[in-house]
T-cell receptor, first 114, second 110 residues
């Protein structure tokens, strides 16, 4: 299995509070992704990174920011959490340039915003 | 934007039965990926299809890509309880990013 971890695994927070989720990899893969999974929507891409300090938006990026200061860490921040951001968040990594789909996924973080 | 539609959305089969899950794209497919997700866990990559007519197998799971129909099918032969989970298709719309279908939930009754 690819060495990819997410922390925390579960979090409950209140509306308006900032939240940061961490994705850590030991595979030295270039590409890292943040997705959210909601019933009826499958997985939707929030942000992704194609290198240290190189990030770009996905299809549902509003309300989220990311940072990647080291190859191994990709942080997802909700500046002011809202109930609509209650979801399961998955991080994924890939080293397959030009082949977007061969990704390895982390175990997920279940976030509840009250 | 590209969309992927999976059918059926959920499926309950008796152990030993065959089943098929379909994934249809609204646009040209440049690469089609199948993933499996066990409840409460992350996704596991199953296989990738890139060329029209391509067919790949892994144990009792076979996937095919019909480029003209912009569709892929995932077929499980002689289903087992270990096959239960959520199957998702993902497509590379030539953007370097994946778009996923909404998933098909499979239950296998012993």
């Amino acid at each position: 299995d690819a060495g990819i971890t997410q922390s925390p695994r579960h979090k409950v927070t209140e509306t308006g509070t900032p939240v940061t989720l961490r994705c850590h990899q030991t595979e030295n893969h270039r590409y890292m992704y943040w997705y959210r999974q909601d019933p009826g929507h499958g997985l939707r891409l929030i942000h992704y990174s194609y290198g240290v300090k190189d990030t770009d938006k996905g299809e549902v990026s509003d309300g989220y920011s990311v940072s990647r200061s080291k190859t191994e860490d990709f942080l997802l921040t909700l500046e002011s959490a809202t109930s609509s951001q209650t979801s399961v968040y998955f991080c994924a990594i890939s080293d397959a340039s030009g082949r977007a789909g061969e990704q390895f996924f982390g175990p997920g973080t279940r976030l509840t915003v009250l | 934007s590209q969309e992927l539609e999976q059918s059926p959305q959920s499926l309950i089969v008796q152990e030993g039965k065959n089943l098929t899950i379909n994934c249809t794209s609204s646009k040209t497919l440049y690469g089609l990926y199948w993933y499996k997700q066990k409840y409460g866990e992350g996704l596991i990559f199953l296989m990738m299809l890139q060329k029209g007519g391509e067919e790949k197998s892994h144990e009792k799971i076979t996937a095919k890509l019909d480029e003209k129909k912009q569709q892929s099918s995932l077929h499980i032969t002689a289903s087992q309880p270990s096959h239960a989970g959520i199957y998702l298709c993902g497509a590379d719309g030539n953007t370097g990013k994946l778009i996923f279908g909404q998933g098909t939930t499979l239950q296998v009754k012993p």
